[in-house]
């Protein structure tokens, strides 16, 4: 049923929520609420000003409302509460002032000053009340506020919707679910934390049934399926790697070692190349590539940004400059000529290796003979991503590049449809990275050390959570911090900016003049998290890093150290945040990822908002593991008693992945 038939549900919030994906009433029932508020009204005010509290009370006063700067309002008036007057105030609640009558009961959430005699509130509801309730709160999006989502829900609830159930009857049957529109009803409006409990635990099995599910289906025929049996001379692939000048660790000639097994096997390669920051994966994947080539077939690489796709393009026209190999570079900014002469080329196969982006998933991309397609940083493409590019050639083997060490029984599991290569060694010569926590009021010890950096002739880059000054004043923009570190060196470094709101051309300039040492500076956003590869820079500085995950840290981390230097790290937050000492004690991507799974479950860890196949809505693989290797072993049951060809929703989701070529 369309979301049009809901009431006020216009073409603006069909739009906002067509962009979560969600366009039927049905999908909308499936946005969960992401906590609780339990409301249970106060008959006494405490004075605890750090305690949260909920009273009913009467208006006084007419509302106020007064702007302290554009789209940042406050509301006050005064309220009674029993036999005292109380003088209340909330933040970005204008709204609210046509309902906010004198004599009308109201609660008030938030915090009491004793001092002050004020309430200051973080949520008014506007009609009292009376016993205890809880209440969802949503993720809200562009304006819609939660009380809307809210009535919507409840109207989507009266309609007679569909609703498919994913769990087998089988399994309904022997863990007692309840049916799956209860389920919906009791997330949505519970009346007590059972529902809630009893909701989670049946919609949490669904989601995590329906993963094992495909991943065990693409297992199951990935073993059946016929790979191109290759012949290459193997010698000159290792004259390749004894020609470099560097030496690969045991780590990496056993994974190339593996790769070329695969290659020559008959059984389609479907490979997961794990290693740790600058272990030196693209490498590994880039000799893989020319044994590919050597029998006769072209290779793709695709990469999640153009700046890694630019920066491995001119590393591999560099690395095969004297081996007779046509290298080619394929991303969305390219003029249209420039594509259509490319296209061409991969079309009539004078390109022997494409390096590309999301370019490469265009329907006007057309290979002459695709044998090998490598996916760089492949947890941020979802699987039906993966399988377009498989799909452009025929039977063509796969091979996953992943920087995000996971621990290992995880990855196990949520990778168990491929095999698995590790690379645990760094290579030779290259020193840990000291890593430091600091506060920002050590900010001046930091700048000596940048400037005695960059007087040795190193580069230096520092990241800022957001590209310009929001309403968060307290985090520091790129803009902002290009003007404190200027001020600080007066001149003396280039210094510039690098986020991704740049248009390409200005990204590439910047990203060349840092790349031939000419920026000593580099101020950016996370875009640099993933590849870039500048061996001269010695130092990376994260300002509140607070918010961000220490699986990210370790990847942008990763950035320096690239070379014989001694490289540093500094964490710079005003928060005594605990699990950044991690960073402190450890280089280990492996064991950081094991912290980082422990302190935050897979949301960060696997970049689930960008990830195709790992967006659940309610599912946490470290908190719901149990209930993880159950549905594994369910879902393996339901694949061998073949009960899924009797289903016409197993059915459908096979040809929806398009798991087969």
Same mark, same amino acid.
């Given at each position: ?29 499936e946005y969960f609420p992401y906590r609780y508020e339990f409301l249970n ?124 159930d994913r769990i087998p009857l089988a399994f309904q049957e022997l863990y ?151 290298? /080619? ?5 390219? %003029?249209? &000529? *420039?594509? $259509?002469?490319? @296209? ?87 020193? /840990? ?5 600091? %506060?920002? &009021? *050590?900010? $001046?010890?930091? @700048? ?97 890093? *607070? ?111 398009d798991f087969t070529n």
């Amino acid at each position: 049923m369309e979301l049009s038939k809901l009431t006020n549900f216009g073409e603006t919030a069909q739009k906002i929520f067509k962009e979560i994906g969600i366009i039927t009433v049905e999908q909308l029932l499936e946005y969960f609420p992401y906590r609780y508020e339990f409301l249970n009204p106060s008959s006494i005010l405490l004075s605890d000003e750090k305690l949260v509290q909920v009273i009913n009370v009467t208006m006084e006063s007419e509302a106020q409302v007064s702007y302290i700067r554009r789209n940042f309002n406050s509301l006050r008036f005064k309220a009674r509460f029993q036999n005292q007057l109380l003088k209340v105030s909330i933040f970005n609640r204008a709204f609210l002032k046509p309902n906010l009558k004198i004599g009308k009961e109201i609660t008030l959430i938030g915090k009491y000053q004793e001092k002050t005699n004020q309430f200051i509130a973080n949520d008014i509801k506007v009609n009292a009340i009376q016993i205890p309730k809880i209440i969802p709160v949503y993720h809200l999006m562009k304006g819609i506020k939660n009380v809307k989502i809210e009535k919507w829900m409840k109207e989507a609830m009266s309609f007679p919707i569909s609703i498919v159930d994913r769990i087998p009857l089988a399994f309904q049957e022997l863990y007692h679910f309840i049916p799956k529109l209860e389920a919906l009803q009791y997330l949505h409006f519970p009346k007590s934390v059972e529902e809630i409990k009893k909701a989670k635990v049946r919609l949490i099995y669904e989601e995590l049934f329906e993963f094992m599910f495909q991943i065990l289906f693409l297992k199951q025929l990935e073993t059946f399926s016929n790979g191109l049996k290759r012949k290459f001379n193997k010698k000159q692939v290792y004259d390749f790697v004894n020609s470099l000048p560097f030496s690969l660790t045991d780590d990496q000639l056993t994974a190339i070692e593996e790769g070329l097994l695969d290659l020559e096997s008959e059984k389609r390669m479907n490979r997961l190349l794990l290693g740790d920051v600058g272990s030196g994966k693209t490498i590994v994947a880039s000799i893989l590539m020319y044994a590919n080539v050597l029998s006769g077939y072209q290779s793709v690489m695709m990469v999640p940004t153009e700046i890694l796709a630019t920066q491995h393009y001119y590393s591999m026209l560099k690395l095969f400059d004297h081996f007779s190999l046509h290298v /080619e570079l394929l991303v969305g900014s390219m %003029k249209q &000529s *420039e594509k $259509k002469k490319v @296209l061409e080329k991969i079309e009539t196969g004078q390109v022997n290796i494409v390096i590309g982006t999301h370019a490469l998933l265009s329907d006007n991309v057309h290979f002459f003979n695709l044998g090998l397609v490598v996916t760089d940083e492949q947890h941020r493409f979802g699987v039906n991503q993966r399988k377009n590019l498989q799909n452009k050639g025929f039977r063509s083997d796969v091979l996953y590049l992943s920087a995000t060490p996971i621990p290992r029984t995880y990855a196990l599991t949520i990778y168990g449809d491929m095999d698995t290569s590790m690379i645990k060694t760094k290579p030779m010569g290259r020193k /840990e990275i000291i890593t430091k926590v600091k %506060k920002e &009021s *050590e900010l $001046k010890e930091i @700048l000596n050390h940048v400037y005695e950096e960059m007087k040795d002739g190193h580069q230096i880059y520092v990241v800022a959570p957001l590209i310009e000054e929001g309403e968060m004043d307290e985090l520091k923009d790129v803009n902002l911090l290009k003007e404190k570190f200027t001020l600080a060196f007066h001149d003396k470094f280039k210094i510039d900016i690098l986020h991704g709101k740049m248009k390409t051309k200005e990204k590439d300039d910047v990203m060349s003049s840092f790349e031939k040492g000419e920026t000593k500076l580099l101020i950016s956003t996370t875009v640099i998290e993933v590849g870039v590869d500048v061996k001269n820079a010695t130092m990376m500085i994260i300002f509140n890093a *607070e918010r961000f995950g220490l699986a990210t840290l370790h990847q942008l981390r990763g950035r320096v150290g690239r070379n014989d230097l001694q490289s540093y790290c500094y964490l710079i937050s005003n928060q005594d945040v605990e699990r950044l000492h991690v960073l402190e004690e450890s280089n280990d991507g492996f064991y950081i990822s094991e912290k980082d799974f422990e302190l935050r479950g897979q949301g960060d860890l696997f970049g689930v908002q960008q990830s195709g196949d790992m967006s659940f809505h309610l599912a946490d693989l470290k908190r719901d593991y149990k209930i993880l290797l159950q549905a594994k072993k369910d879902a393996l049951s339901y694949l061998e008693t073949k009960d899924y060809l009797n289903s016409e929703y197993y059915l459908s989701l096979i040809e929806k992945i398009d798991f087969t070529n």
